[in-house]
């Protein structure tokens, strides 16, 4: 847990939201409005108009803008050819964020199958597991850096669709984990969960540094492993969104704690906002990564409150010190003085602020997640729970994310299965999950998704990849071309001995004898 003890908010200016709901709907549909005429006409900034719509439907629960981007041009953007040579593949990225947003809100195949559509254009500039065996990579006209400073550079993605530009920056790579995570959420195919984890190592190994996400970095051979140090608040509220998105799929706690360094470090870093608090640089990014974070009850309880009083800083900000009184035109800086003229970019950024101040309510006691038949969230992690939290049945008796996963399956196998003679009811405290690294978090992930699925094969002759003993091994499933991931009989063995070892620190009348695993995984010293 994060003690958020860089944090200083002695200095915050009003991070209390006391306006009525109705009012921060209405301010927040006003501002929409400006951009969504604007949009019809101009290019510039459409992207993020679209996919406001869709948040602004999410937070209130409602279809306001469903026929509007049923009628927009957001298939024309994805499926067009305006993405030419030396295009940044994010703006791609970003169309297809906003199409998996409208999934979410309108349950509608097509907004579903663009935003693949979006995914599958990008995947290729993102370096995959058969990349950094080759050494090359189809897009590009280079010779591929596949390792630096002794980690692979699987899950970077370039910046461009240029054959010769060879950089790999924090905000593409973050862009693709987000769309990958949504995507996991989403489908039950255990290709984007990859995808979405194989960029996490990537981000977490080589451009994150004091928890920050730095601009990015190259991988030519011929200029390997020049890193750009800057830390880069974009790319950072990008990461903290998808990390949001996995814990709540998974609820890992290692998920959760990465989470949590990489929110209070994007808070504390006064090199972003003002002495009073607001945010002068990444507003947009960074405050849609808090309230996915906030909405979806990601973190403490403490780094909550921070982050509750973070975006009410930026709310108030934005409704007193951005805009004239009724215009609805907004300025790119929060801390004043407001602009009649219209910018998209500074209106977008704007209404940012103005939907995560629809998640917070001070006039109430508590924010209460919205339930599941409310809120689109709520279906999706129910679908995607049995995906993430499947087991493997026989020989190994059972793999789990995290310890919590692990009593559900055995209550559920309590309840199939009795024992002979009546037990002790088992405890309702949950279990504290494993203490294990990122590699290891996303080695277990991939590994209940892959059971799920059933997208495994067997290797042969397994030889470590580049990343160390933490890292997993790699295999190529032919059937569909895409890289795939399995466990070796090694790692198998491993994960059931700490299984092992956790079901003998638990008290006895929380598991029962039939659920003991094979001897050779050192079972035969738990108690009866």
């Given at each position: 847990?994060?003690?958020?003890?860089?944090i200083?908010?002695?200095?915050?200016?009003d991070p209390?939201v006391?306006?009525?709901?109705?009012?921060?709907?209405?301010?927040?549909?006003?501002a929409?409005?400006?951009?969504v005429?604007?949009?019809?006409?101009?290019e510039?900034?459409?992207?993020s108009?679209?996919?406001?719509?869709a948040?602004?439907?999410?937070?209130?629960r409602?279809t306001?803008?469903?026929?509007?981007?049923?009628?927009?041009?957001?298939?024309?953007?994805?499926?067009?050819?305006?993405?030419?040579?030396?295009?940044?593949?994010?703006?791609?990225?970003?169309?297809?964020?906003?199409?998996?947003?409208?999934?979410?809100?309108y349950?509608?195949?097509?907004?579903?199958?663009?935003?693949?559509?979006?995914?599958?254009?990008?995947s290729?500039?993102t370096?995959?597991?058969?990349?950094?065996?080759?050494?090359?990579?189809?897009?590009?006209?280079?010779?591929?850096?596949?390792?630096c400073?002794?980690?692979?550079?699987?899950?970077?993605?370039?910046?461009?669709?240029?054959?010769?530009?060879?950089?790999?920056?924090?905000?593409?790579?973050?862009?693709?984990?987000?769309?990958?995570?949504?995507?996991a959420?989403?489908?039950?195919?255990?290709?984007y969960?990859?995808?979405?984890?194989?960029?996490?190592?990537?981000?977490?190994?080589?451009?994150l540094?004091?928890?920050?996400?730095?601009?990015?970095?190259?991988?030519?051979?011929?200029?390997?492993?020049?890193?750009?140090?800057?830390?880069?608040?974009?790319s950072?509220?990008?990461?903290?969104?998808?990390?949001?998105?996995?814990?709540?799929?998974?609820?890992?706690?290692?998920?959760?704690?990465?989470?949590?360094?990489?929110t209070?470090?994007?808070?504390?870093?006064?090199?972003?906002?003002?002495?009073?608090?607001?945010?002068?640089?990444g507003?947009?990014?960074?405050?849609?990564?808090?309230?996915?974070?906030?909405?979806?009850?990601?973190?403490?309880?403490?780094?909550?409150?921070?982050m509750?009083?973070?975006m009410?800083?930026?709310?108030n900000?934005?409704?007193?010190?951005a805009?004239?009184?009724?215009?609805n035109?907004?300025a790119?800086?929060?801390?004043?003085?407001?602009?009649?003229?219209?910018l998209?970019?500074?209106q977008?950024s704007?209404?940012?602020a103005?939907?995560?101040?629809?998640?917070?309510?001070?006039?109430?006691?508590s924010?209460?997640?919205?339930?599941a038949a409310?809120?689109?969230?709520g279906?999706?992690?129910?679908?995607?729970?049995?995906?993430?939290?499947?087991?493997?049945?026989?020989?190994?008796v059972v793999?789990a994310i995290?310890?919590?996963?692990?009593l559900?399956?055995?209550?559920?196998r309590?309840?199939i299965h009795?024992?002979?003679?009546?037990?002790?009811?088992?405890?309702?405290?949950?279990?504290?999950?494993?203490?294990?690294?990122?590699?290891?978090a996303?080695?277990?992930?991939r590994?209940?998704?892959?059971?799920?699925?059933?997208?495994?094969?067997?290797?042969?002759?397994?030889?470590q990849?580049?990343?160390?003993?933490?890292?997993?091994?790699?295999?190529?499933e032919?059937?569909?071309?895409?890289?795939?991931?399995?466990?070796?009989?090694?790692?198998?063995t491993?994960?059931?001995?700490?299984?092992?070892?956790?079901?003998?620190?638990?008290?006895?009348?929380?598991?029962?004898?039939?659920?003991?695993?094979?001897?050779?995984?050192?079972?035969?010293?738990?108690?009866?």
């Amino acid at each position: 847990m994060v003690a958020a003890s860089n944090i200083v908010t002695s200095s915050w200016r009003d991070p209390d939201v006391t306006l009525p709901s109705t009012q921060r709907i209405h301010l927040a549909s006003s501002a929409l409005e400006q951009s969504v005429l604007i949009a019809q006409t101009a290019e510039a900034g459409r992207s993020s108009v679209f996919h406001a719509m869709a948040e602004f439907d999410i937070a209130t629960r409602q279809t306001t803008y469903k026929n509007a981007l049923s009628q927009s041009s957001i298939a024309a953007d994805i499926r067009g050819t305006s993405f030419v040579q030396n295009t940044q593949l994010t703006d791609m990225m970003d169309f297809g964020l906003a199409a998996i947003r409208a999934y979410a809100v309108y349950n509608d195949q097509t907004y579903l199958d663009l935003a693949i559509e979006a995914w599958q254009y990008v995947s290729p500039y993102t370096i995959s597991a058969v990349n950094t065996v080759s050494a090359s990579i189809v897009v590009k006209n280079f010779s591929l850096e596949t390792t630096c400073q002794g980690e692979s550079m699987l899950g970077g993605t370039f910046d461009t669709n240029n054959a010769g530009d060879p950089s790999i920056t924090g905000i593409a790579s973050t862009s693709f984990f987000v769309l990958s995570a949504f995507l996991a959420e989403t489908n039950s195919s255990s290709v984007y969960l990859n995808a979405a984890l194989d960029s996490l190592h990537f981000i977490t190994s080589h451009i994150l540094s004091g928890s920050l996400v730095q601009t990015g970095m190259t991988a030519s051979h011929d200029n390997p492993c020049v890193l750009n140090s800057t830390a880069d608040a974009s790319s950072t509220g990008l990461l903290i969104r998808g990390l949001a998105v996995l814990y709540s799929m998974a609820n890992n706690a290692t998920i959760q704690s990465l989470l949590e360094n990489v929110t209070e470090a994007a808070i504390s870093n006064d090199e972003w906002h003002s002495s009073e608090g607001i945010l002068t640089q990444g507003g947009s990014n960074l405050v849609v990564g808090f309230t996915e974070a906030f909405s979806r009850n990601a973190t403490s309880a403490e780094l909550r409150t921070y982050m509750h009083d973070f975006m009410g800083v930026q709310f108030n900000a934005v409704v007193d010190l951005a805009t004239f009184n009724e215009t609805n035109v907004y300025a790119g800086d929060w801390t004043g003085p407001p602009s009649a003229q219209f910018l998209q970019s500074n209106q977008t950024s704007a209404i940012s602020a103005l939907l995560g101040g629809i998640f917070i309510d001070d006039s109430l006691p508590s924010f209460t997640v919205p339930d599941a038949a409310a809120s689109p969230y709520g279906k999706q992690r129910g679908t995607r729970a049995g995906v993430i939290a499947g087991s493997v049945v026989g020989s190994i008796v059972v793999l789990a994310i995290t310890g919590s996963a692990i009593l559900f399956t055995l209550r559920r196998r309590a309840r199939i299965h009795p024992p002979t003679s009546p037990g002790p009811q088992i405890s309702s405290s949950p279990v504290q999950p494993f203490p294990i690294s990122i590699p290891q978090a996303a080695m277990l992930l991939r590994s209940q998704s892959i059971a799920k699925t059933g997208a495994i094969s067997p290797i042969e002759n397994p030889s470590q990849s580049p990343g160390g003993d933490n890292t997993l091994d790699v295999a190529v499933e032919p059937s569909n071309g895409v890289p795939g991931e399995t466990l070796t009989p090694l790692q198998i063995t491993e994960l059931v001995r700490m299984l092992s070892e956790r079901l003998s620190r638990m008290p006895a009348q929380e598991w029962h004898q039939t659920e003991l695993p094979p001897p050779e995984y050192g079972a035969s010293d738990t108690q009866a």
